[in-house]
């Protein structure tokens, strides 16, 4: 095993991304303000910011042969990413329509996965001995769900620690519970799996004890400004956020986390100290526009880790 080896199987979707001061109606053509295109997906941008904060990343996907594609391998020749297993189909790459508050940095996206959503479970059995030798592997949910339960049940069988970032929302089979050593909703997600609204960190607690009941082994809800509540069998904590500055743009900060929080545990990290690294990295990452592009580089993050 590989101690910094993180491997992220999900998404790559190009982002594009408008900032406006309102969003339209149905019908009604509004000028923005601002408008870019950028690598992004959900796995893509953890991908990035486990690179970026120290760890030796593997990228499992599915890309298009065409220019959305293109921006993605450029992305991971200049971050390092490995992508021995990163396939190819003749389908199209996917993309993110990602709608900016202009004023408060606030986001609305609408993702359709394309040619990562064809990634499938026998494809994911060929990176079995890339699996096996990484400390951290870790999902999310912009791939097939068949797809989510086979790696993260490949991994968890191998002995390597698993991540499942249950992101977006959606209903989960129960069976995939087992599996997931660590479980990382944030409140929207945590109260989709459990029915238990979140807005405090009480209930934040009572959602993660759910979650835990249904056989996650740990749970980490994110909070936004509010940080991320940690709960297992020994733990029940609440973890603050960090204040880097100006919140620029929140897209990508559950990215951020998540990225992170493997990077930490691959190091051996104990889940609180992992929670406290992951929330610097999201506060940092909000300060900056973009998804992958605002994901901050180690000598940052142990800069306002240690003003703590």
Not at 33 to 52: D, I, M, T, Y
């Amino acid at each position: 095993m590989n101690t910094k080896h993180v491997v992220v199987m999900g998404s790559y979707v190009a982002d594009v991304a408008f900032r406006t001061t309102k969003l339209p109606a149905w019908g009604e053509t509004h000028m923005g303000v601002e408008f870019k295109l950028g690598p992004g997906g959900k796995g893509s941008n953890q991908a990035v910011a486990a690179a970026r904060a120290g760890a030796r990343v593997s990228f499992i996907s599915k890309l298009g042969n065409d220019p959305f594609g293109d921006l993605a391998r450029k992305t991971y020749r200049e971050e390092g990413i490995d992508t021995q297993y990163l396939l190819e189909t003749e389908s199209a790459t996917g993309a993110a329509a990602i709608i900016i508050d202009a004023a408060k940095g606030e986001n609305a996206i609408i993702v359709v996965p394309g040619a990562c959503y064809e990634l499938t479970p026998d494809e994911v059995d060929q990176a079995r001995s890339l699996i096996a030798n990484a400390a951290v592997f870790i999902a999310q949910l912009e791939l097939s769900l068949p797809t989510v339960e086979h790696g993260i049940r490949l991994a968890h069988t191998l002995g390597v620690a698993t991540v499942l970032n249950p992101a977006p929302a959606c209903t989960l089979p129960e069976t995939l519970f087992q599996y997931c050593d660590y479980l990382t909703p944030n409140e929207t997600e945590a109260e989709k799996l459990t029915g238990i609204r979140v807005a405090s960190i009480a209930e934040a607690e009572q959602a993660a004890d759910a979650l835990l009941d249904r056989g996650a082994h740990n749970v980490i809800i994110t909070l936004g400004s509010q940080g991320a509540f940690v709960k297992n069998a020994t733990v029940s904590q609440h973890v603050p956020a960090f204040d880097a500055g100006l919140v620029v743009e929140t897209t990508g900060a559950g990215d951020a986390f998540n990225g992170a929080f493997a990077v930490a545990l691959a190091e051996g990290k104990g889940i609180v100290e992992a929670t406290q690294f992951g929330c610097a990295v999201a506060a940092i990452s909000v300060t900056r526009p973009g998804t992958a592009p605002s994901m901050p580089y180690r000598t940052e993050v142990d800069a306002l880790l240690q003003r703590r």
